[in-house]
C-alpha cells in the first residue's frame, strides 16, 4: 500500500508515495501525478526512506536536562508563561517558529500567542530566508502573493535566474526547466557573482558584483522605456508610480553591476524582446542589505512590460523551506495578523478576534527574529517558546543568540532530536517527526498538499500543533483549542480565510472548510483554485483572482 504525501525538504513541494515495510521504514518514490514534480525526485527525496529510524530521537520531554513526564512539563510551561504575562505583561512572551512547521501547528501557535496571550512577539527562521520578498511583494502588490505558477517556467521563452542556485536548491525545478530548455529551446540567464552548478544550463551567465542587482534591473527597466517594451495599457490599468520609478531607474548606475558591455547588452535585448519571461530570484537576492529594493526593482520590469500573472511570465520568488508558504499564509509573523490580513489595521484586528472569540489581540506589530533574541539577552522577554529550528546555529550571530538563550528566565524547545539549541532550554518537549505526522504545506507556487502519517508515532512524542494546545488547555483557555485533529485545525483555518477573502485579499480558501481533510477534493480537478466561487480577486497590480494568483490546493 502506498500513501501519498510531500518532501519535508525543500520549497518545491515534491508529491511522494511512501511505502511502508513494517518495520518501521518505508520504500520512497515520486508521486507520477502530484503537479510540483510529477513522479521526479532529487537525491534529497529519494534518500528520505533511510532517514527514518528512531536513532538520536527524543523520545521524553526534559526539564532541566532530565528525562520528565508530560504532565510535569507541559504544566512548568504553562505556569512560567502564565507568570510572565502575569508580571510583566504580553510584551514578555515570544514564540520563535519555522518555515518547516505544519500549516495547522503555525495556525495554532500563532491563534495562542496572538489571540490568547495577546502578544505579537511571533517570528520564524523564514525572516532569515524570504523576508525580504514579502516586503518587496507588499510593496509593489500590496499583498504578499508569487502570480505565477511551475508551469509558467516550462512555458517561458526566457528563464532569468537571479541568485538562485537551482540545480543544488531546488533540483527538481531545475530538471523541469532543463528539459522544457531541452524541448523547446528556453533561454536561461544566471545571475550570479559565482560561477554555480545552474550555469550549466545557463545561455548567459553574468557575473555582477555582489550587491549591485537592483542596479541591474534598474538598467532593465530604462531599456524597457526605451525601446518601446513598456505595455502602455497594462500599466495605465494597474500600476502607480511608474514615472517616479522609471526616474529613480534612470538615476541608478548600472556600471556598479561591474558587467562587460556586450553581456548586459545580450540580457537586456533578450529580455526587451521576448514576451514570456520569467524571472526566479532567491537568497542572492534576498539574504542583502539591499533585498527589497532588490525584489522590487525585478518587479517592476514584470509591471512595466506587463508580463504577469500571465502564462509564461512573471517574477517568482521561490521559497526555500517546505512550508515557508503556508507560515506567510498563516500569517505567524511578527508584523503580520493571519491570513495576509494586517496586524496595523483595527478592522482586520476586530474580525480576526471576532473569528477567534478571544480575550485579547495585539495592537501592533511584534519583535522580529533579531530584535527577539536582543530583548531575551536584556530581560525583556522573560517566557520564549522554539519550536522547529535550531537558532543557536542558524541565526546571525549565533553565538550572541546562544547567549541570549541562556540569559532568558525560562525557554522551551519543542524538536525531534538534541541541538544545540535543546541544550540551552529548561523544557525540552519531543515532536512527531515527518513521516509520523498530518497537516498540510503549501510550497512555492502556492499549491497546498497534504503532508501524512505512514508510520505509528513512537511512545512519548506528540504533535507539535497538540503541544501548544495541550499548553493553552492548561492556561485556561481549552475551549478555543479543544481540536481533536490536525483536520479540525485546517478547517478552522480555512473559514478564518474567508474573512481574508471577504476584505479583498487573495488567499481565501474558505471553499476547503467543509471538505474532508483526507482527500480535500479540487473543485475543478487537480491544482484548482480553492476560493469560493464570486469572492473576492486580487486588489493587486496583477488584478483579476486567475489561477496564477489564487490559492490551489492538490489533494487526490
Ligand atoms: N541541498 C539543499 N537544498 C536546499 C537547502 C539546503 O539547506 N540544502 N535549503 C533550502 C532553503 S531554506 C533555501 S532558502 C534555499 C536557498 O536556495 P538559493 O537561494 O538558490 O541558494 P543560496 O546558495 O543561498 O543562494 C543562491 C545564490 O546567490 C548567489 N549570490 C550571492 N550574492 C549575490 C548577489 O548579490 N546577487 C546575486 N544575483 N546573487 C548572489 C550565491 O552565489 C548563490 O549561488 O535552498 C533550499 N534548498
Ligand atoms: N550561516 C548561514 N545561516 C543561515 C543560512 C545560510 O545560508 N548561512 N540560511 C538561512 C535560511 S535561508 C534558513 S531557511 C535558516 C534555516 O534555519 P533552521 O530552521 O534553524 O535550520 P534547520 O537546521 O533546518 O533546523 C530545523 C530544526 O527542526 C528540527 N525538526 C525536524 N523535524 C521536526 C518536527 O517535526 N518538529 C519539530 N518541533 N522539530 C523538528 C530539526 O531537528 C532542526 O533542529 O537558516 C538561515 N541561516
Ligand atoms: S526538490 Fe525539494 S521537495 Fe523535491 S524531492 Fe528534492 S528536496 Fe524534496
Ligand atoms: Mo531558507
Known amino acids: 500500500?502506498?500513501?501519498?504525501?510531500?518532501?519535508?525538504?525543500?520549497?518545491?513541494?515534491?508529491?511522494?508515495?511512501?511505502?511502508?515495510?513494517?518495520?518501521?521504514?518505508?520504500?520512497?518514490?515520486?508521486?507520477?501525478?502530484?503537479?510540483?514534480?510529477?513522479?521526479?525526485?532529487?537525491?534529497?527525496?529519494?534518500?528520505?526512506?533511510?532517514?527514518?529510524?528512531?536513532?538520536?530521537?527524543?523520545?521524553?520531554?526534559?526539564?532541566?536536562?532530565?528525562?520528565?513526564?508530560w504532565d510535569a512539563a507541559l504544566d512548568l510551561v504553562a505556569e512560567r508563561f502564565a507568570a510572565a504575562l502575569d508580571r510583566h505583561g504580553p510584551d514578555s512572551v515570544a514564540f520563535y517558529l519555522s518555515g518547516q512547521m505544519l500549516t495547522e501547528d503555525y495556525y495554532v501557535a500563532n491563534k495562542l500567542i496572538k489571540g490568547y496571550m495577546g502578544s505579537a512577539?511571533?517570528?520564524?527562521?523564514?525572516?532569515?530566508?524570504?523576508?525580504?520578498?514579502?516586503?518587496?511583494?507588499?510593496?509593489?502588490?500590496?499583498?504578499?502573493?508569487?502570480?505565477?505558477?511551475?508551469?509558467?517556467?516550462?512555458?517561458?521563452?526566457?528563464?532569468?535566474?537571479?541568485?538562485?542556485?537551482?540545480?543544488?536548491?531546488?533540483?527538481?525545478?531545475?530538471?523541469?526547466?532543463?528539459?522544457?530548455?531541452?524541448?523547446?529551446?528556453?533561454?536561461?540567464?544566471?545571475?550570479?557573482?559565482?560561477?554555480?552548478?545552474?550555469?550549466?544550463?545557463?545561455?548567459?551567465?553574468?557575473?555582477?558584483?555582489?550587491?549591485?542587482?537592483?542596479?541591474?534591473?534598474n538598467a532593465l527597466l530604462v531599456a524597457l522605456a526605451d525601446r518601446g517594451a513598456v505595455d502602455r495599457a497594462f500599466v495605465a490599468a494597474h500600476v502607480t508610480g511608474f514615472d517616479a520609478a522609471l526616474a529613480a531607474a534612470r538615476a541608478s548606475d548600472p556600471g556598479a553591476t561591474g558587467l562587460p558591455a556586450a553581456a548586459l547588452a545580450t540580457f537586456l535585448d533578450w529580455f526587451c524582446t521576448t514576451g514570456r519571461v520569467v524571472t526566479v530570484f532567491s537568497q542572492g537576492i534576498n539574504q542583502s542589505a539591499s533585498g527589497t529594493d532588490k525584489v522590487n526593482a525585478i518587479l517592476n520590469c514584470h509591471l512595466a512590460s506587463g508580463r504577469i500573472g500571465r502564462p509564461g511570465m512573471g517574477p517568482f520568488s521561490v521559497t526555500g523551506q517546505p512550508n515557508a508558504m503556508g507560515g506567510r499564509e498563516v500569517g505567524g509573523m511578527a508584523n503580520t495578523l493571519a491570513c495576509h490580513l494586517e496586524i496595523e489595521n483595527p478592522v482586520h484586528r476586530a474580525a480576526v478576534q471576532a473569528f477567534?472569540?478571544?480575550?485579547?489581540?495585539?495592537?501592533?506589530?511584534?519583535?522580529?527574529?533579531?530584535?527577539?533574541?536582543?530583548?531575551?539577552?536584556?530581560?525583556?522577554?522573560?517566557?520564549?517558546?522554539?519550536?522547529?529550528?535550531?537558532?543557536?546555529?542558524?541565526?546571525?550571530?549565533?553565538?550572541?543568540?546562544?547567549?541570549?538563550?541562556?540569559?532568558?528566565?525560562?525557554?522551551?524547545?519543542?524538536?525531534?532530536?538534541?541541538?544545540?539549541?535543546?541544550?540551552?532550554?529548561?523544557?525540552?518537549?519531543?515532536?512527531?517527526?515527518?513521516?509520523e505526522k498530518s497537516g498540510t504545506v503549501t510550497n512555492s507556487d502556492r499549491t497546498i498538499s497534504r503532508q501524512r502519517a505512514f508510520l505509528p508515532a513512537p511512545a512519548g512524542v506528540r504533535d507539535d500543533w497538540r503541544i501548544?494546545?495541550?499548553?493553552?488547555?492548561?492556561?485556561?483557555?481549552?475551549?478555543?483549542?479543544?481540536?481533536?485533529?490536525?483536520?479540525?485545525?485546517?478547517?478552522?483555518?480555512?473559514?478564518?480565510?474567508?474573512?481574508?477573502?471577504?476584505?479583498?485579499?487573495?488567499?481565501?480558501?474558505?471553499?476547503?472548510?467543509?471538505?474532508?481533510?483526507?482527500?480535500?477534493?479540487?473543485?475543478?480537478?487537480?491544482?484548482?483554485?480553492?476560493?469560493?466561487?464570486?469572492?473576492?480577486s486580487a486588489s493587486s497590480a496583477t488584478a483579476a483572482s486567475s489561477p496564477r494568483t489564487a490559492a490551489r490546493a492538490w489533494c487526490p
Open 121 to 217: 512577539n511571533v517570528d520564524t527562521n523564514s525572516r532569515l530566508c524570504m523576508a525580504s520578498t514579502v516586503a518587496g511583494h507588499r510593496r509593489a502588490f500590496g499583498t504578499d502573493t508569487v502570480p505565477g505558477t511551475y508551469e509558467d517556467l516550462e512555458l517561458a521563452d526566457l528563464v532569468v535566474l537571479a541568485g538562485s542556485n537551482l540545480a543544488w536548491c531546488h533540483p527538481v525545478l531545475y530538471q523541469r526547466l532543463a528539459a522544457a530548455r531541452a524541448a523547446r529551446g528556453t533561454k536561461v540567464v544566471v545571475i550570479d557573482p559565482r560561477r554555480t552548478a545552474t550555469c550549466e544550463i545557463a545561455d548567459l551567465h553574468l557575473p555582477l558584483a555582489p550587491g549591485s542587482d537592483a542596479a541591474l534591473f
Open 356 to 435: 477567534w472569540g478571544s480575550p485579547r489581540m495585539p495592537q501592533a506589530p511584534g519583535l522580529k527574529a533579531v530584535e527577539m533574541f536582543r530583548a531575551a539577552a536584556e530581560g525583556r522577554i522573560r517566557a520564549l517558546w522554539i519550536i522547529h529550528t535550531n537558532p543557536a546555529v542558524s541565526m546571525p550571530e549565533a553565538d550572541a543568540v546562544a547567549a541570549a538563550i541562556r540569559a532568558c528566565d525560562f525557554v522551551v524547545v519543542n524538536d525531534v532530536t538534541e541541538t544545540d539549541t535543546t541544550r540551552l532550554a529548561d523544557v525540552v518537549l519531543p515532536a512527531t517527526a515527518w513521516g
Open 468 to 536: 501548544l494546545a495541550d499548553v493553552a488547555a492548561r492556561m485556561g483557555w481549552g475551549a478555543a483549542f479543544g481540536w481533536a485533529s490536525p483536520a479540525e485545525v485546517f478547517a478552522e483555518h480555512a473559514a478564518l480565510s474567508g474573512i481574508a477573502g471577504r476584505m479583498g485579499l487573495d488567499f481565501d480558501i474558505s471553499g476547503l472548510a467543509g471538505c474532508d481533510y483526507d482527500r480535500l477534493p479540487p473543485p475543478a480537478g487537480p491544482s484548482a483554485p480553492v476560493a469560493p466561487a464570486g469572492s473576492a
Open 1 to 69: 500500500m502506498s500513501i501519498r504525501t510531500t518532501c519535508p525538504y525543500c520549497g518545491v513541494g515534491c508529491g511522494l508515495l511512501a511505502m511502508p515495510d513494517g518495520a518501521g521504514g518505508a520504500r520512497i518514490a515520486g508521486d507520477p501525478d502530484h503537479p510540483a514534480n510529477r513522479g521526479r525526485l532529487c537525491s534529497k527525496g529519494t534518500a528520505l526512506g533511510q532517514t527514518l529510524g528512531l536513532e538520536g530521537r527524543l523520545l521524553s520531554p526534559l526539564i532541566g536536562g532530565r528525562p520528565a513526564g
